[in-house]
Nanobody, 118 residues
């Protein structure tokens, strides 16, 4: 069973940066697709970025050029570097795991709150 623990959220002014981390348990981390989702109050959860087992990345249009997803397989850790933050980036951010590079994600962490003030 995979366990995911996010950290790094907080309050930041617009234009600022944050780096989210996700510590994953289990030795299969490097062979699996990982992602970051976010959910704002009253909105559906959306995929922000993902990275495949072969390190192919995907970004939502709203964060392209501002966010960078990366992974450290030796430390079983996933990162999301967020730059040029906007108030509309305010949301709970969740780390996610998928058994396959295809299809949906299978597990999520508890989330870390990101609040961007204007």
């Amino acid at each position: 069973q995979v366990q995911l623990v996010e950290s790094g959220g907080g309050l930041v002014q617009a234009g600022g940066s944050l780096r989210l981390s996700c510590a994953a348990s289990g030795s299969i981390f490097s062979r699996n697709r990982m992602g970051w989702f976010r959910q704002a109050p009253g909105k559906e959860r959306e995929l922000v970025a993902s990275i495949s087992s072969g390190d192919t990345t995907y970004y939502a249009d709203s964060v392209k050029g501002r966010f960078t997803i990366s992974r450290d397989n030796a430390k079983n850790t996933l990162f999301l570097q967020m730059n040029s933050l906007k108030p509309e980036d305010t949301a709970m951010y969740f780390c996610a795991f998928a058994y396959s590079d295809y299809g949906g994600f299978n597990a999520w962490g508890q989330g870390t709150q990101v609040t961007v003030s204007s």
